[in-house]
T-cell receptor, first 116, second 113 residues
């Protein structure tokens, strides 16, 4: 069965420090996509970063980078130089093909709190 | 521009009411999604429309009725809801030409009394 696992329900990080949020996935599909989203308390889901299964290099978007280890089936999010505004829920998600369209499976999320 | 617009932002309705949620995108995306999210949980997929046709219904009760009038617009019609249907309803869209990255609206917070 295809599954996303986020084992850290909550994390704390000091402002300006780096933090890694863990995500492991399980799929037998050779082609898939992995995503990270940020959800502040306001509720909107904000796309952060994408990694395709065939991408040779780890994805980076500003202060966000994705540590993609395909053999270990992990796709950890690294946030560098944390800011107070980074405090939010973070979801890892995987895209898969189903019934002629794409479906997205979400992990249970990690709540990040940045400390001043 | 990666904007998905959802209205209303908040909705309170009684169990006998009929209401609709609206979602709009002008990014040319051909897949649109409805999700339900309870507090402190991940989003749960409800419906997927692909090229304006319903392609996935995740066994959602018939009191939720989706509609895709055109490629930019997605509605969710609500009728005879239960208090347990109170949740954040998120709309999203994606496009195969843009790595199928799913972009979300800000959601509608629904309370059923």
């Amino acid at each position: 069965a295809q599954k996303i696992t986020q084992t850290q329900p909550g994390m704390f990080v000091q402002e300006k420090e780096a933090v890694t949020l863990d995500c492991t996935y399980d799929t037998s599909d050779p082609s898939y996509g992995l995503f990270w989203y940020k959800q502040p308390s306001s509720g909107e889901m904000i796309f952060l970063i994408y990694q395709g299964s065939y991408d040779q290099q780890n994805a980076t978007e500003g202060r966000y980078s994705l540590n993609f280890q395909k053999a270990r089936k992990s796709a950890n999010l690294v946030i560098s130089a944390s800011q107070l505004g980074d405090s939010a829920m973070y979801f890892c998600a995987m895209r898969r093909w189903d019934s002629g369209t794409y479906k997205y499976i979400f992990g249970t999320g990690t709540r990040l709190k940045v400390l001043a | 521009d990666t904007e998905v617009t959802q209205t209303p932002k908040h909705l309170v309705m009684g169990m006998t009411n009929k209401k609709s949620l609206k979602c709009e995108q002008h990014m040319g995306h051909r897949a649109m999604y409805w999700y339900k999210q309870k507090a402190k949980k991940p989003p749960e997929l409800m419906f997927v429309y692909s090229y304006e046709k319903l392609s996935i219904n995740e066994s959602v009760p018939s009191r939720f009725s989706p509609e895709c009038p055109n490629s930019s617009l997605l509605n969710l019609h609500l009728h005879a809801l239960q208090p347990e249907d109170s949740a954040l309803y998120l709309c999203a869209s994606s496009n195969s030409e843009k790595r199928n990255i799913q972009y979300f609206g800000a959601g509608t917070r629904l309370s059923v009394l």
